[in-house]
């Protein structure tokens, strides 16, 4: 019911920065109630979990990414961010958004993933 649009991934060039936005629409959800989550799905691997935010604001970031990445929310705008700092080629992958509506431990909604493209 909840349709999320990703926007911000494309090219990069080793330690830059992208900020990648999920914005929620439709269904019957609060900010405050529901849970977000970001995968990526490097070529050929399996999709892992790269960080998630709580309704309430309790944040977690893969160990992978600690210190370079950071997710965050904008509540009047109903979006999620994360915010891609000092770039890896190892970062390359497909980026998914992911929403929990009701916290209830099921992934109700996805985007359809955008690419983000690190070189060397």
């Known amino acids: 019911q909840v349709h999320l649009v990703e926007a911000g991934g494309g090219w990069a060039q080793a330690g830059d920065s992208l900020l990648l936005s999920c914005a929620a629409s439709g269904g019957t959800f609060s900010m405050y109630g529901m849970d977000w989550y970001w995968f990526r799905q490097p070529p050929g691997m399996r999709r892992e979990l790269v960080a998630s935010?709580?309704?309430?604001?309790?944040?977690y970031v893969a160990d992978s990414v600690k210190g370079r990445f950071t997710i965050s929310r904008d509540n009047d705008k109903n979006t999620a961010y994360l915010q891609m700092n000092a770039l890896k080629p190892e970062d390359t992958a497909v980026y998914y958004c992911?929403?929990?509506?009701?916290?209830?431990?099921?992934?109700?909604?996805w985007g359809r993933g955008t690419q983000v493209t690190v070189s060397s």
């Open positions: 935010m709580t309704g309430s604001g309790t944040t």
């Open positions: 992911a929403v929990d509506s009701t916290a209830s431990g099921t992934y109700d909604s």
